[in-house]
């Protein structure tokens, strides 16, 4: 019987971490998204303007049969930068900033052993926010599935197709067939 849980991440602009999780053997379903501010109900405009602490997130439903949370954050380190504080390349704020939304205390200690482990692999300090998730607001549905509804928008070929081919040459084990 297969098992299907969640984690909620952020790393960037959602639209390119939901278009490489798309690709993920055993990623069932995501959802773009914004969580961990205080503001109830954003909207991407609200996001944009930087003052309701939320992070563009994405929420990932994946059959554990198939794939386990310890290698969807394996992919996670490899296809962003999460030493860089508040930015993702030209994508400059708290919204893009490095986040991993836990449920669970299992779920924290294995995030930090992975953390520990992704450490190893960065020159720099690893400054992804940990901390367990308290409410997830989907975002607009223009946001979901950005990357395949828009393959032809400049910032999906020059910022999420790279992303998208780091992950294909990195993990080709765990892409979908």
């Known amino acids: 019987m297969s098992v299907t849980k969640k984690i909620v991440l952020g790393g960037g602009c959602f639209w390119c971490l939901e278009a490489v999780y798309q690709l993920v053997n055993g990623v069932e379903k ?45 992919i996670f380190w490899n296809i962003h930068d999460p030493t860089t504080l508040n930015r993702q390349g ?8 490095s986040i991993i939304l836990f449920e669970t205390d299992d779920e924290k200690k294995l995030i930090q052993e992975s953390l520990e482990n992704a450490s190893k692999s960065f020159k ?9 998730l308290d409410i997830f607001y989907p975002a607009e549905n223009y946001h ?11 910032y999906c070929f020059y910022v999420v ?9 990195l993990h080709p084990t765990n892409v979908k067939t």
């Open 124 to 132: 720099n300090k690893i400054v992804t926010e940990v901390q367990k």
């Open 30 to 74: 995501i959802v773009s998204g914004y969580s961990a501010g205080n503001t109830l109900n954003p909207s991407y405009k609200e996001i944009c303007e930087g003052n309701t602490g939320h992070a563009e997130v994405v929420e990932i439903h994946f059959n554990t049969e198939i794939i386990d949370l310890k290698n969807i954050l394996e």
């Open 144 to 154: 979901q599935n950005y990357y395949k509804s828009n393959p032809g928008n400049s």
């Open 90 to 97: 030209n994508d400059v704020g708290t919204q893009y900033r």
């Open 161 to 169: 197709k790279p992303k998208i081919e780091k992950f294909l040459k």
